[in-house]
């Protein structure tokens, strides 16, 4: 991501704000992002973050190559130092950087709504993380759109740019609210479907899919974009907190289950959660993305710079 010359401040929030939820992102909130900007922007400018931005060949400052001169080019082009040196009629070419599109696939399927009682929800603690990392790429002059899905996905909001547009994020995200079931490649396939250009993009969810990604990775891939999976869980539900009949109720389709909660179901299902992040992360590196999974009990802040650490999202 290139870096802005102006401050890390927020923009003064506007006449809408009445439609950014306070509960989510409270001055406190704001503070915290701001911090996470700068320091964002010291771990690139001092070299810890991998340069990601795409370049492409045109009139920038950085040179790039030589090639040889065709009748219409540019003579203002022409290298007239090597001319001298070697009769070589020969164009300095230059690369450019790209504006960075950053997607943020917000899961808001019925699971994400999950939470134990008091605590925050996957799915807002997903918007808190989806809204910091927006505004550290909003401060990095990126292009950023913010498209929920659950059993599709509609079109990505208008990709917006600036500093002074995060309350626009802010106001999509706070619209946000649990709803259907999950599928991830119908998802997908409707975000390609639109045609965004190229970047990368980042999927937060809890990706408790029955059908699995499938190809979804793959398709995004191919299409041109970057992933990065974000996965979402409560890693309290994995200590059961008492033994005995137990009615579990699947938060997606409302149907029943009647079990006998014993220590040793308990462990098949950690062996079970343990082989289906397994198995993101090995979907993710089949495509080179990066699969990072984030406890809801850890604060949106410490999952940021668990983000910037992996590396991958900062560049």
């Not at 340069?51 to 065709?70: M, N, P, Q, T, V």
């Not at 509609?154 to 917006?160: F, T």
């Not at 990604?213 to 907190?241: K, N, T, V």
């Not at 699969?291 to 991958?312: M, N, S, T, W, Y």
């Amino acid at each position: 991501m290139a870096t802005s010359s102006s401050d890390d401040r927020l923009p003064d929030p506007d006449r809408s704000i009445a439609q950014v939820r306070a509960d989510l992102f409270d001055p406190a909130f704001l503070g915290r992002v701001e911090q996470l900007a700068l320091l964002a922007r010291r771990m690139v400018t001092s070299g810890a973050q991998a340069h990601r931005r795409s370049k492409k060949i045109g009139s920038g400052l950085e040179f790039a190559e030589h090639r040889d001169y065709s009748a219409g080019d540019d003579m203002a082009q022409l290298d007239w130092a090597l001319l001298a040196r070697s009769d070589q009629v020969q164009i300095r070419e230059y690369e450019e950087e790209e504006d960075l599109s950053v997607y943020f696939l917000v899961d808001h399927s019925q699971s994400m709504a999950v939470g134990a009682e008091g605590e925050i929800s996957l799915l807002d603690r997903a918007l808190q993380i989806a809204a910091a990392l927006g505004y550290i790429s909003l401060s990095n002059l990126d292009r950023v759109s913010v498209v929920p899905f659950a059993q599709g996905a509609g079109a990505p909001m208008r990709a917006v740019r600036g500093r002074g547009q995060f309350f626009a994020v802010l106001r999509t995200l706070s619209a946000v609210k649990p709803a259907g079931k999950t599928d991830i490649r119908k998802a997908i396939d409707d975000f390609v479907r639109h045609q965004p250009r190229p970047g990368l993009v980042v999927l937060i969810s809890d990706f408790f899919d029955p059908s699995g990604l499938g190809d979804a990775l793959s398709l995004l891939a191919y299409r041109g974009f970057e992933p990065m999976l974000l996965h979402l869980c409560d890693l309290q539900l994995l200590q059961a907190g008492a033994y005995g009949d137990v009615t579990l109720v699947d938060s997606e389709t409302g149907e029943l289950c009647e079990i006998t909660l014993t220590p040793a179901l308990m462990a098949d299902y950690r062996k079970a959660f343990a082989a289906f992040s397994a198995d993101l992360e090995r979907a993710a590196r089949q495509v080179a993305a990066r699969c990072l999974q984030l406890d809801v009990a850890v604060p949106f802040d410490e999952a940021v710079l668990k983000v910037f650490r992996q590396g991958g999202f900062l560049g």
